[in-house]
Every structure is written in structure tokens, then in C-alpha cells.
T-cell receptor, first 112, second 112 residues
Framework: DGGITQSPKYLFRKEGQNVTLSCEQN?????MYWYRQDPGQGLRLIYY???????QKGDIAEGYSVSREKKESFPLTVTSAQKNPTAFYLC???????????FGPGTRLLVL | GESVGLHLPTLSVQEGDNSIINCAYS??????FIWYKQESGKGPQFIID?????DKRQGQRVTVLLNKTVKHLSLQIAATQPGDSAVYFC???????????FGQGTTLQVKP
């Protein structure tokens, strides 16, 4: 069953703590993306990766970090430098040469 | 900066009626457009797309219309059903930025 999975569904962060959100895809897509969704706003791009071992900052990268060691996986770390991390985080991927992005189910991050 | 916006934050329709959701984009270099459906607590789901060399594309119960002159696109849903209740996003892809820019979303409410 092909698709994009994100875990956990809900994540709680304590102040000063780094947390990592998982994104895995078995679609054999090269490109992967992380977006942040806040109420009343469009999706904002955090980081993206077009190929393994390479990634670029999006529009709101400050306070976040990523890695792309495997084609299937693109984890996002929300660091303690991100002062307003409460949001719905969405991972997406796309086929080579295609602009169409397909999304995972999302992770909701809440601050304790 | 580049923007994509929807005309109405909320649209309420009667079950069985047709729904029309509108979207405007600012970048004349945008050449590919996608409509997504997002149900509460879930990731966006691809509905239909259209390229700038077309002005109309039809899917199952959905039609997308593109007017490049006024930089406007619309999503028409025929015979709207309760299961169509969701937030609908348009997204525009620009060759000059290589990014997909998302609108804020219109919430479609279907009254029985």
C-alpha cells in the first residue's frame, strides 16, 4: 500500500526541548517537502529536498532542521530556537519532473 | 511577494446544489495549478490540476476553470454532497521560483 506516513499524529514539546517529526514515503519519489499550517493561513514551506543528501531552506526555516540520508525518509527537527512551534506539520513528496505534491496525514505539535 | 488567495473564507451550500470556489493568483509566470481538499485533522488530498495551456479541465463531479487574463481559477463541484464538506486550497506553481504557493483555503459547508 503506497503512500506517505507521518508520525506521531500528536506530539507534545516541553520548553527548551528538541523534537523530531517523522516522514516516510514508499512512492519512490525523489523530492520531499515540509510545510507548516497555521489557522487562517496557507501552507508555508519550511525545508525541501530534491535528492538524497541535499536539502534547501524554504520560507520559514529558522528554528528547524532536516536531514535526507535515505530517499524514503525526510525527518524534521523542531529545535528550541523555534519560539512558536504550535502548528500542524505536513510532509509532501513529488515524482521526478513533476510539480504535483502529495501529502501525508500530518503531525500536530503542541507545546506543554 | 507572490501570493495566492481565495475570495471567500467560507461557502455554505445546500446538498445537491453546485458549488463554486474561486481563487486568484498574483504571479503571471504561474503555469500549473492544483486544487486540494483537506478534511479536518487530515493532510490535503489532490483533487484536480490544470496547466496554463488549458482553460478548462473536468474530473469526476469537479471542473477547474482557468482565466489567465485576470489570473483567476475556480473549482466547480457538481451536486454537492455532505462528504464534500472540507477546506479547499488552490496552489500555483511558478517556473521562476520553482515553488508551489498555497492559498489560505475556503471552508465548504454542505447543508442537508
Amino acid at each position: 500500500d503506497g503512500g506517505i506516513t507521518q508520525s506521531p499524529k500528536y506530539l507534545f514539546r516541553k520548553e527548551g526541548q528538541n523534537v523530531t517529526l517523522s516522514c516516510e514515503q514508499n512512492l519512490n519519489h525523489d523530492a520531499m517537502y515540509w510545510y507548516r499550517q497555521d489557522p487562517g493561513q496557507g501552507l508555508r514551506l519550511i525545508y525541501y529536498s530534491q535528492i538524497v543528501n541535499d536539502f534547501q531552506k524554504g520560507d520559514i526555516a529558522e528554528g528547524y532542521s532536516v536531514s535526507r540520508e535515505k530517499k524514503e525518509s525526510f525527518p524534521l527537527t523542531v529545535t528550541s530556537a523555534q519560539k512558536n512551534p504550535t502548528a500542524f506539520y505536513l510532509c509532501a513528496s513529488s515524482r521526478p519532473g513533476s510539480e504535483t505534491q502529495y501529502f501525508g496525514p500530518g503531525t500536530r505539535l503542541l507545546v506543554l | 511577494g507572490e501570493s495566492v488567495g481565495l475570495h471567500l473564507p467560507t461557502l455554505s451550500v445546500q446538498e445537491g446544489d453546485n458549488s463554486i470556489i474561486n481563487c486568484a493568483y498574483s504571479n503571471s509566470a504561474s503555469d500549473y495549478f492544483i486544487w486540494y481538499k483537506q478534511e479536518s485533522g487530515k493532510g490535503p488530498q489532490f483533487i484536480i490540476d490544470i496547466r496554463s495551456n488549458m482553460d478548462k479541465r473536468q474530473g469526476q463531479r469537479v471542473t477547474v476553470l482557468l482565466n489567465k487574463t485576470v489570473k483567476h481559477l475556480s473549482l466547480q463541484i457538481a451536486a454537492t454532497q455532505p462528504g464534500d464538506s472540507a477546506v479547499y486550497f488552490c496552489a500555483a506553481f511558478s517556473r521562476n521560483t520553482g515553488k508551489l504557493i498555497f492559498g489560505q483555503g475556503t471552508t465548504l459547508q454542505v447543508k442537508p
